[in-house]
């Protein structure tokens, strides 16, 4: 079992506060005050709630960083060379409130250099239903629950599992759906499965744990991967866009597959 840092558990005592009023409303999600932010986008008291949970706890901790919230936008740093929280409160609304067991909180610690360059120097996913805490520091490997995670081995795509992300309502336009729809046909065809589980956050880290052997998805926001692009780095895994580059996190656009699966990956999404 790994020893967790100082950085680490201040992450999780946040995550863990922020649960307890999530898993109360889960319980009875048919009477939750609901209201639209666009097509197919929704927002639930638990997401402000969790965040301002979340934002108080680490306030408290680190009071000279900034954030970059899903709700509640951007906090400059006190400090201009502080890291920024990127946070997720709720990752899986849509699970949510449909009374689907599988969402989280995704929280990142960002760095970024003088040329503007960003990089994830910590990251935790927190599955509140499963008690499952991913967590994972740079340069020091990826655990659940304390347990050293590794990208799975398989090597051949039709042992392979993916998840994804499929394009809904409000989410791309008919070309983007078209192309995904040409993606999906050529994993379907020399895989063993795609899964949709409606929460990108929890799809890396399950490609950190081996539980998938990659994932795919377009026009994600930053606090849905910071989190999940370093624990799957940290656990012997590759992330990068389309193009094969490093800008993941620039664009939202994210390819994620074990060594030996990933390049393929890449090859078989070119439509």
Do not use: C
């Amino acid at each position: 079992m790994a020893s967790q840092s100082a950085l680490i558990n201040v992450m999780q005592k946040a995550s863990i506060a922020a649960s307890r009023g999530m898993l109360r409303d889960f319980g009875e999600v048919e009477n939750l005050q609901v209201s639209r932010k666009g097509p197919a986008d929704f927002v639930s008291r638990a997401d402000i709630n969790a965040e301002r949970t979340i934002r108080r706890e680490l306030s408290k901790a680190r009071p000279d960083w900034g954030f970059q919230m899903e709700e509640g936008g951007v906090i400059e740093a006190a400090d201009a060379d502080a890291p920024v929280w990127v946070i997720d409160p709720l990752d899986g609304t849509t699970n949510f409130l449909h009374g689907i067991p599988h969402f989280a909180i995704s929280i990142a610690a960002m760095e970024t250099d003088t040329q503007g360059r960003r990089s994830i120097i910590a990251g935790t996913v927190f599955d509140p239903v499963k008690n499952e805490f991913f967590f994972a520091e740079r340069g020091k490997g990826a655990y659940l629950n304390g347990r050293r995670l590794r990208v799975s081995g398989r090597r051949m795509m039709a042992d392979a599992l993916f998840g994804t992300g499929i394009p809904f309502l409000g989410r791309g336009d008919e070309d983007d759906h078209a192309a995904f729809l040409k993606q999906l046909g050529n994993i379907m065809a020399i895989s063993s499965g795609v899964r949709r589980n409606g929460a990108a956050a929890l799809d890396l880290a399950w490609v950190a744990a081996g539980r998938l052997d990659g994932f795919w998805e377009k026009g994600l926001s930053l606090w849905d991967i910071a989190a999940g692009v370093l624990l799957i780095r940290e656990a012997g895994g590759f992330v990068s866009d389309f193009a094969s580059r490093d800008k993941a996190l620039d664009s939202g656009d994210v390819v994620a597959g074990n060594p030996a699966i990933h390049g393929d990956l890449i090859k078989r999404l070119r439509v």
